[in-house]
């Protein structure tokens, strides 16, 4: 067993790569700049920020490219400078060129910026959006006319000196293109100074880095949210397993008959359902005085990270506010586990060592916990593997409905506030659960059947 696991494990490295390259590159794919500070404002705080998230390094071990960028691209800030000037030396090849056009562009901008408003400053900053070099001369022409009208000749010298400058830089561009550069392939290698080992590193050390929204370690804003949905979908995994495997062991012993037929009528009714109706049905008959029996006096708990209180404390404080959703997930998840183990036995008993067994003259009680129980948690088992990371992950329906603050609606927050880093730490939590959640699958078919064997 132990050579098996080793062996597994090895296997789970591998895949695990994968994943975070996936999961690495998605969160590279976006169009807004994750800094959310402006660069012109308060350029110091921007590049503070821009090293703290390491977006001052490349992003991989390499970078394959064309020989017209250099291997130094990523130092550039803020990332709309970079991605202006990549597409300016996506037109020409001449990076050198382009550089010193694009340096002429922002200067001009910046002197625009501090001596003048109105149309001539929307005049420089159109020529600072442009994107197709074709177009930049007649953007530049366009830029003389409202300078007529400013009344300090010194501005309207100077900005005119900047226009000219802004020319210059263009023909020199246009006079030397190097387009042949963008169809030769270069590779540069940048070591182990680079965004994804930084980012790797911290997932394997414990420190998967921060927040973007908050600015907190992923540890801080992570643990208290885990151990709700630890307490919320462990206790209901755990309660399905105990009610549902002895009552799908009953409806295999009872097949057919009305006990079983009104059994699995209920369960497919109850597994059919969506969660969010079958919470609001409880919640109605458990909460309300008015409709229902009024068990449980409110639902929202209180929040743990405002009460001052240990989680234990908070957890007993607040246990009734766990009675609703636990109830809703056990009812959802018993109706799965309860049918699979019903299919299970059924399908065992069918079976050639089955008959076998009851041809010896065994004892049927004895035939069936000892041969047709014991195969018939296989398919329980697999049901297993694939709940093992939700009791980590939590139900966003759930935490929704009955605001329990869970890894859930953590993950729902970090999706929509592009908290990347948060939401992509959560991904690669849930797949090393599920990869871990196999393993332990496959080790209790062998607990359940000596026949498997884990060499084959």
């Known amino acids: 067993m132990i050579r098996y696991i080793l062996h597994r494990l090895l296997l789970a490295v591998p895949t695990l790569l994968i994943i975070s390259l996936v999961t690495f590159a998605l969160g590279r794919i976006r169009e807004a700049d994750p800094v ?129 400058g802004i020319r210059a830089a263009y023909e020199g561009l246009e006079q030397y293109p190097q387009r042949w550069k963008l169809w030769v392939p270069a590779l540069h290698w940048h070591g182990l100074q680079n965004q994804y080992h930084q980012w790797l590193s911290g997932f394997l050390s414990g420190d998967p880095g921060n927040s973007l929204v908050t600015g907190n370690p992923m540890l801080v804003e992570l643990r208290p949210r885990l151990l709700i949905t630890l307490s919320l979908n462990g206790m209901a995994i755990l309660l399905a397993y105990l009610i549902g495997v002895p009552l799908g062991v009953f409806m295999a012993r009872h097949d057919q008959r009305p006990a079983d037929r009104w059994t699995r009528a209920a369960l497919l009714f109850l597994y059919a359902m969506p969660i969010m109706w079958l919470g609001g049905v409880l919640t109605l008959l458990l909460a309300r005085h008015d409709t229902g029996l009024h068990l449980i006096d409110g639902l929202n708990a209180e929040p743990w990270l405002m009460s001052n209180k240990t989680f234990g404390r908070w957890f007993v404080d607040n246990l009734e506010k766990f009675v609703l959703p636990v109830l809703t997930l056990t009812l959802h998840t018993l109706a799965i586990i309860a049918l699979q183990m019903r299919g299970g036995i059924l399908e065992v008993v069918q079976q050639d060592f089955i008959r076998t067994a009851r041809a010896k003259g065994l004892n ?93």
């Open 36 to 164: 959310h500070i402006d660069f012109e404002t308060d350029s110091t705080a921007y590049r503070a920020k821009a090293t703290n998230l390491g977006l001052d390094q490349p992003e991989f071990y390499l970078t394959l490219t064309a020989q017209a960028f250099p291997d130094s691209v990523y130092r550039i800030f803020p990332l709309e400078y970079r991605k202006q000037m990549v597409h300016f030396t996506r037109q020409n090849g001449n990076w050198a060129a382009t550089q010193r056009l694009w340096n002429a562009m922002i200067g001009a901008w910046e002197l625009a910026r501090h001596t003048t408003s109105g149309p001539p400053l929307d005049a420089f900053s159109h020529i600072r959006h442009t994107r197709d070099l074709q177009l930049l001369p007649n953007a530049i022409d366009r830029a003389q006319s409202p300078l007529e009208a400013l009344p300090d000749d010194s501005v309207r010298t100077a900005l005119r000196a900047a226009l000219a």
């Open 364 to 456: 049927e009680r004895l035939v069936f916990w000892r041969h047709a129980f014991r195969n018939g948690l296989f398919p329980i088992i697999t049901v297993f593997a694939s709940f093992f990371p939700s009791i980590f992950s939590g139900s966003l329906v759930v935490e929704y409905l009955f605001d329990f603050p869970g890894m859930g609606i953590k993950m729902e927050s970090a999706f929509a506030n592009h908290d990347y880093p948060v939401l992509f730490a959560m991904v690669m939590f849930v797949s090393a659960l599920t990869i871990i959640g196999s393993l332990i699958a496959d080790m209790l078919y062998a607990w359940v059947d000596p026949r498997v064997r884990f060499a084959q």
